[in-house]
């Protein structure tokens, strides 16, 4: 158990809809990362916070957004949904911005879009 | 562009003996490479890094190595065990400033008794 905490397991939805992704850090971390594994890729890095501010954006959609709050959870927004949307997302946490913080990953949210 | 390559999608080997997984990056300004193992349905854990300033790290059954000159990393799993089966993936960043990590697109490593 990494101590990262995402809700919900498993996420079903139609295309067009809106859905939200809940991310909760360890314990003491500040920083919050995002990522997305489609079908046999990588994970592709999203976006990164710390401490409540957007730090670093990789390849994340215009559709997507994300926020994190003052009690350090952050929340993945993703609207008008695709097939191709379909995918499990990672959320991480690390105590600091970056260097060579470990990141400690929660076991996923497994999103299909019908 | 995949920045970080794993070649091979799989590799079968017999316990006790080592295992070698692989990973090519293009990027020279990558300094922090890292590997990660994942079990099915749970996130991908940490394992070993290694700083560009080293080319060999070492922890317990896993060793890291570095050939920058060659852009290649490689994880020596010595002894593998049958819980080491699972997909590895490597993963590189540069190190400075914040840590956006690139993952390769892994490999499953299935060790057999």
């Known amino acids: 158990d990494s101590g990262v905490t995402q809700t919900p397991k498993h996420l079903i939805t139609a295309t067009g809809q809106r859905v939200t992704l809940r991310c909760s850090p360890r314990?003491?971390?500040?920083?919050v990362y995002w990522y997305q594994q489609s079908l046999d890729q990588g994970l592709q890095f999203l976006i990164q916070?710390?401490?409540?501010?957007?730090?670093a954006k990789g390849n994340i959609l215009e559709r997507f957004s994300a926020q994190q709050f003052p009690d350090l959870h952050s929340e993945l927004n993703l609207s008008s949904l695709e097939l191709g949307d379909s995918a499990l997302y990672f959320c991480?946490?690390?105590?600091?911005?970056?260097?060579?913080?470990?990141?400690?990953f929660g076991p996923g949210t497994r999103l299909t879009v019908l | 562009d995949q920045q970080v390559k794993q070649n091979s999608p799989s590799l079968s080997v017999q316990e006790g003996r080592i295992s070698i997984l692989n990973c090519d990056y293009t990027?020279?300004?990558?300094?922090?490479f890292l590997w990660y193992k994942k079990y099915p349905a749970e996130g991908p854990t940490f394992l070993i890094s290694?700083?560009?300033?080293?080319d060999k790290n070492e922890d317990g059954r896993f060793t890291v190595f570095l050939n920058k000159s060659a852009k290649h990393l490689s994880l020596h799993i010595v002894p593998s065990q049958p819980g080491d089966s699972a997909v590895y993936f490597c993963?590189?960043?540069?190190?400075?400033?914040?840590?956006?990590?690139?993952f390769g697109t892994g490999t499953r490593l299935l060790v057999s008794p």
């Open positions: 993963a590189a960043s540069r190190g400075t400033g914040f840590q956006k990590l690139v």
């Open positions: 991480a946490s690390s105590v600091d911005v970056g260097g060579t913080d470990t990141q400690y």
């Open positions: 290694i700083s560009s300033i080293k």
């Open positions: 314990s003491g971390d500040l920083s």
């Open positions: 916070y710390y401490n409540g501010e957007e730090r």
């Open positions: 990027n020279s300004m990558f300094d922090y």
